[in-house]
């Protein structure tokens, strides 16, 4: 299995504490998501975000839908997260979160793992694709966040 990556920084203008708990809260995980993906969270609400819980979710890709369920793996409370796939259309997924303060803002740092399935076969016909379309979910989510915290 050969994974790959994407990693993606960004520094937004507004305290650690108010952008974790931003991104502690699963249900924003629906305006971090691209509206054609369809993205609808399907764990009931309020969601208790630590080590062990829980998401699952319905979105579509390319028309195709696809259910996710995805467990957080480590909780480390107004610093990061990582959550791994446990159901899904990778054969393997893992998305650490951190945060850390810069000055008077906060630097947000995403890095995805993953690998895809059909081994070599999957990534010779895939995974061009798949670097194009997890770019283009990233660099949207980067916008919302400018966005959100100025």
Same mark, same amino acid.
């Given at each position: 299995?050969? /994974?790959?990556?994407?990693? +993606?920084?960004? $520094?937004?203008?507004? &305290? #650690?504490?108010? !952008?974790?708990?931003?991104?502690?809260?699963?249900?924003?995980?629906?305006?971090?998501?691209?509206?054609?993906?369809?993205?609808?969270?399907?764990?009931?609400?309020?969601?208790?975000?630590?080590?062990? /819980?829980?998401?699952?979710? +319905?979105?579509? $890709?390319?028309?195709? &839908? #696809?259910?996710? !369920?995805?467990?957080?793996?480590?909780?480390?409370?107004?610093?990061?997260?990582?959550?791994?796939?446990?159901?899904?259309?990778?054969?393997?997924?893992?998305?650490?979160?951190?945060?850390?303060?810069?000055?008077?803002?906060?630097?947000?740092?995403?890095?995805?793992?993953?690998? #895809?399935?059909?081994?070599?076969?999957?990534?010779?016909?895939?995974?061009?694709?798949?670097?194009?379309?997890?770019?283009?979910?990233?660099?949207?989510?980067?916008?919302?966040?400018?966005?959100?915290?100025?």
């Amino acid at each position: 299995m050969r /994974t790959q990556f994407l990693e +993606r920084r960004q $520094v937004v203008a507004r &305290p #650690l504490d108010e !952008v974790f708990e931003f991104f502690s809260r699963a249900s924003n995980l629906e305006l971090l998501t691209p509206r054609s993906l369809s993205f609808r969270l399907i764990t009931p609400e309020p969601i208790e975000m630590r080590t062990g /819980t829980l998401i699952e979710y +319905r979105l579509r $890709v390319h028309g195709l &839908p #696809l259910h996710w !369920v995805s467990r957080i793996e480590n909780w480390e409370d107004g610093h990061g997260f990582v959550d791994r796939q446990l159901r899904g259309p990778y054969r393997f997924w893992l998305h650490r979160h951190g945060f850390e303060a810069v000055g008077s803002g906060t630097e947000v740092r995403d890095r995805v793992e993953y690998a #895809l399935p059909l081994g070599v076969a999957g990534e010779i016909v895939a995974l061009p694709f798949v670097r194009r379309d997890l770019a283009r979910i990233f660099d949207y989510r980067r916008q919302v966040v400018a966005e959100r915290f100025g």
